[in-house]
C-alpha cells in the first residue's frame, strides 16, 4: 500500500492549510481546496496517540486561524511536506506491527494469559536428595515416630514442626520426610504403621500433618506452604515445600509456650527476649 505518494495539486496553489482544515476525502488529507496528501489510509488518518490524532494534528498546528488572533497559517516547504509523508508511513507500519502483536498475544491466550509466566516447577526429590541440609533444605527421617523406642513421640514431632516454623519466618525452605541425616531413604512406613489399617495412605498422612500445623503453628499459614509426595528407591516420601515467609511472625505452640524458631544456615535456631523482637522488626514491617 502506497503512503503519502506524493502532494498533489488540482491548480496552481499554495502549499499552506487553510482554515478550516485539514478534512479527510476518500484517501485523500485535504490541506486547502487545491492541495492534498494522496493514498493516506483511513485508519491512519484517524490513529491517536497520546489523545490526539496525530496526522491531523500536525497539519491543523499549522494552518490558519481566525478568531480574536488570526493567523495566515504556515506555508509547507518540501522539507515539511516530506516530513509529513514520513509521520504517514511511519503510522502505517505502527498500525501493521500492533495487529501483528494483537494476533500473536490472542494465539497465545489474550491480555493477559499471553504474559503469564508459569512458575518453575518444584525440583524433584532425585535432585533434592543430591543436596546436602542447608538454609533452606533439611531431612526428617519421620513425621512423629521414634524409630529408637519404635513409637510415637511428641518430641519428633516437635522437632519436624519446629523445622516448618523456621522455614515460615526465613522465608522458604523444604522439609523432606522419610529421608535421614545422611539421606538414607526411610520412607513413610514407619508414620503410617501408627494408624489404623484403613487410614494408612498419602491423603491420611497428609490430612495429619496440615491438622498438626494448623493446630500448633496456625492455619494461616497454609497459603505459604504446600505438601507433595513422591517415590525414591521404592519408598515413598513427604515434601513440604515452604513457598515464601509467613504474612506474620510464626510461632510453635508447645503447651502453654509459644516458641519462635528460625532458619540458620542448616540449624534450627530458637530465638527469645529482644531476638524475636529485633527479628520481627527486621523481616516484618
Known amino acids: 500500500m502506497r503512503c503519502s505518494k506524493a502532494f498533489s495539486q488540482r491548480t496552481a496553489g499554495a502549499a499552506d492549510p487553510a482554515r478550516g482544515y485539514p ?3 476518500n484517501g485523500k488529507v485535504m490541506i486547502n481546496s487545491l492541495r492534498w496528501f494522496e493514498d493516506v ?5 484517524e490513529f491517536h ?3 490526539y490524532q496525530v496526522c491531523q494534528k500536525w497539519l491543523k498546528d499549522r494552518a490558519a486561524k481566525g478568531g480574536m488572533n488570526p493567523s495566515p497559517g504556515r506555508l509547507l516547504t518540501d522539507e515539511d511536506i516530506l516530513h509529513y509523508r514520513r509521520v ?3 503510522l502505517t507500519e505502527t498500525r501493521r506491527l500492533m495487529g501483528e502483536i ?3 498475544i490472542e494465539q497465545h491466550g489474550g491480555w493477559p494469559d499471553a504474559f503469564y509466566l508459569p512458575p518453575p516447577p518444584p525440583p524433584t526429590i532425585e535432585q533434592i536428595i543430591q543436596a546436602d541440609e542447608g538454609q533452606d533444605l533439611e531431612y526428617k527421617s519421620t513425621l512423629q515416630f521414634d524409630l529408637k523406642e519404635g513409637t510415637k513421640s511428641k518430641f519428633v514431632r516437635k522437632a519436624t ?3 516448618i516454623v523456621a522455614f515460615l519466618n526465613s522465608g522458604s525452605g523444604s522439609l523432606v520426610i ?3 541425616d545422611d539421606k538414607k531413604v526411610v520412607g513413610l512406613e514407619h508414620d503410617l504403621s501408627t494408624m489404623s489399617p484403613e487410614r494408612q495412605s498419602r491423603e491420611w498422612f497428609q490430612q495429619t500433618l496440615v491438622n498438626l500445623i494448623n493446630e500448633q503453628i496456625g492455619s494461616e499459614f497454609a497459603p505459604s506452604y504446600s505438601i507433595r509426595f513422591a517415590r525414591h528407591e521404592g519408598k515413598l516420601v513427604c515434601i513440604v515445600d515452604v513457598k515464601y515467609r509467613g504474612p506474620k511472625p510464626a510461632y510453635l505452640k508447645d503447651n502453654e509456650a509459644r516458641e519462635f524458631y528460625v532458619r540458620t544456615s542448616n540449624v534450627t535456631k530458637q530465638l527469645k527476649g ?3 523482637a529485633n527479628y520481627i522488626n527486621t523481616h516484618w514491617r
Open 41 to 45: 489510509p483511513r485508519e491512519t488518518w
Open 49 to 51: 496517540v497520546g489523545g
Open 102 to 104: 494483537d494476533h500473536v
Open 178 to 180: 522419610g529421608v535421614s
Open 88 to 90: 504517514v508511513v511511519a
Open 23 to 25: 478534512e479527510y476525502e
Open 274 to 276: 529482644d531476638e524475636i
Open 161 to 163: 514442626l519446629k523445622t
